[in-house]
């Protein structure tokens, strides 16, 4: 079984000389411990513990998967110990305040850390990922008691946390919610209702699991607007704070699905459980919402993840694999066969699969800035600071999720190309990362419903355009610093195009868009992904610009380093960002050609 590596060297690369992490950090209330010497340490421990425990996990876990026994779900062999390392190495409350018992670093060295489990062990990760989201909830809307009862356990790891949305008769539509809760004379409400596709929603590596569940209250607004938001806890909370007796919350039935099979995926049943209001009532999905911009960049991880595991894995095996003769003659002629790496289309699948792995790490990173902002604002108190990088965050989270995904899916696929029959075989890996990788494509929102979010609601609707203008003011401003320099200057003139057209696009979809109203939707996922690839092209361009400074004028890495991420930029411009034109030029489509079929004639099966 090929083993993960932890991208150290790349991750550092960006952080220390493309994005400048220690200049970031040290103008953070938060950042004052992130210093150069402590982001190394925790980076190389947590590396560890990713290729040394979760890493040999990956394929066990998949083939043994959770089980349900009288209400109880079971994680496989070995969860249970590698949890309790995770929680006793305190990486659950890494970058939690230091008076809840967490380590006080900014939120993205929480990112860094999960992408790093995520790459090695997704459906792990997955455990301790979505109580981050039950944290954050309640630490910016709980009442002081809420946050006494909950908050400690939770960054200690010793409690779980899920998020609760989605009910059999609606997912992304949330004004179908049915969940009730009833008021009780002592304060409390008694929760009654089916959610299903929570993941994390029941097992056995923490003493108790605190769900944040949407319901509605009596005679609450239909829709979105009458929607509140409660903790139900599997077990209620005693008088010191311990694990008291069950509550009415119980595990119906475990998913059965195409991947993740290690981290359960539960429909759960609240019968009379007793919740706590968090937050005003039909407020729910603001509360629930306030960080989703941060969930859905670590749902972007997992675009990123799979892109670079099965990069590895294809990489070695590459290597290693010996077929045929290379078409310009032999490479090795004492061998029987050259190996794979020597032939032209497998470099195309490999360096497409180096190209977004790096490419959207640099995404990532770029946006786990804003995210540091954003944060630092709501926990400071200072609504302007934290709806301002919200606002910079919000565009780019639907490109990360969507795009990253989508391309994340794609390397996967390779990989298994790369390996041929061996790939589709499963003691080899590669078709486990494919399973596993497209839930991403479909959790915290569909590609479809990403693209949606972008075109309809960021772009056309709360900005009519501002949004693109001012990501695009930047890129160009970028490039113009490099348009005399010989060797950047593809680059540079490459983007100072895409910007412009960008632009263009957009105005042309709004003024189209005011006399065809499907055009919105038929556009979005063709403006999403031409949005991906310009924003993956700038991304390659910054790391250009440095690898391109340190060959000049030195730095810490090797030469090779630096000419490897010249050289996988050139790739990226020449053979993947060529793609965006095509989006481009089927954006702008007339919506005819999809609607003008009758329904009634989809298909004739009678």
């Known amino acids: 079984m090929p083993t993960y590596k932890a991208p150290l060297r790349d991750m550092k690369f960006l952080l220390n000389d493309v994005f400048d992490y220690p200049k970031h950090y040290a103008s953070l209330k938060a950042g004052e411990n992130a210093t150069p010497d402590i982001v190394d340490a925790v980076l190389t421990e947590c ?65 860094l850390k999960q992408e790093m489990m995520g790459t090695a062990n997704w459906p792990f990760s997955m455990y301790p990922g979505l109580s981050l989201g039950a944290m954050n909830t309640i630490q910016l809307h709980g009442s002081d008691e809420q946050k006494a009862t909950y908050l400690v356990p939770l960054t200690e790891g010793r409690w779980g946390g899920t998020m ?22 002592d304060g409390s409400y008694k929760v009654t209702g089916t959610k299903i596709f929570i993941s994390s929603g029941d097992h056995d590596l923490t003493e108790n699991i605190v769900h944040v569940v949407l319901a509605r209250l009596p005679d609450a607004p239909k829709g979105t607007r009458g929607i509140s938001l409660f903790i139900v806890p599997k077990f209620l909370p005693d008088a010191s704070g311990g694990v008291g007796e069950r509550n009415g919350v119980t595990c119906g039935s475990l998913e059965k699905k195409m991947g993740i099979k290690a981290s359960a995926t539960c429909v759960m049943n609240f019968d009379d459980a007793k919740g706590f209001l968090i937050g005003p009532e039909n407020e729910g999905l603001n509360c629930m919402f306030t960080f989703m911009n941060t969930a859905r960049i670590g749902t972007a991880i997992q675009g990123v993840g799979p892109a670079e595991l099965s990069y590895q894995w294809a990489l070695e095996y590459a290597k290693e694999r010996r077929s045929m003769r290379a078409l310009s003659g032999k490479k090795e002629p004492d061998q029987v066969a ?28 770029y ?146 868009a005011r006399k065809d109203r499907d055009m919105i939707s038929a556009a979005a996922h063709d403006f999403l992904m031409f949005s991906g690839y310009v924003t993956m092209a700038y991304m390659w361009a910054r790391m250009a610009v440095v690898a391109a400074d340190k060959l000049e004028n030195g730095g810490e890495e090797s030469e090779a380093f630096y000419e490897a991420k010249l050289a996988t930029a050139e790739f990226y411009y020449d053979r993947l960002l060529p793609r965006a034109q095509a989006h481009a030029t089927s954006m702008l489509s007339p919506t005819r050609n999809l609607m003008q079929l009758d329904a009634e004639h989809m298909a004739f099966t009678d």
């Open 338 to 365: 050259d190996s794979l790496i020597h032939h032209a289309d497998v470099r195309r699948m490999l360096l497409t699969q180096k190209a977004i792995a790096e490419g959207g790490r640099a995404m990532l990173y």
């Open 367 to 512: 946006s786990a800035r804003l995210a540091d902002h954003m944060v630092e604002g709501h926990l400071e108190g200072d609504d302007k600071k934290a709806e301002t990088y919200d606002d910079k965050l919000g565009f780019l989270t639907p490109i990360l999720k969507g795009f990253l995904t989508e391309m994340g899916y794609e390397a996967a696929n390779l990989g298994v190309q790369v390996f041929g029959g061996h790939g589709y075989i499963r003691e080899h890996g590669m078709e486990q990362i494919v399973r596993d990788t497209k839930i991403a494509t479909l959790y915290e929102g569909t590609t479809g419903i990403q693209a949606l979010d972008l075109l309809g609601r960021k772009v056309m609707l709360m900005t009519q355009g501002g949004a693109v203008r001012e990501f695009t003011l930047r890129i160009s401003n970028f490039a113009r610093k490099h348009v005399t320099n010989k060797k950047l200057r593809p680059y540079a003139w490459e983007l100072l195009k895409l910007a412009a057209q960008w632009n263009v696009l957009t105005v042309r979809l709004m003024l189209n």
């Open 164 to 185: 609760c949305l989605t009910e059999p008769q609606c997912g992304t539509d949330l004004g179908q919610v049915k969940t009730k809760a009833e008021p009780q004379a």
């Open 47 to 111: 590396g560890k513990f990713c290729e040394e425990v979760l890493s040999p996990l990956y394929q066990s876990g998949d083939e043994e998967g959770c089980k349900l026994e009288d209400g109880d779900v079971t994680t496989p062999s070995g969860y249970k110990e590698a949890y309790q390392q995770y929680m006793m190495g305190g990486w659950q409350g890494l970058s939690a305040p230091e008076e809840l018992g967490g380590q006080g670093l900014p939120a993205s060295m929480g990112l």
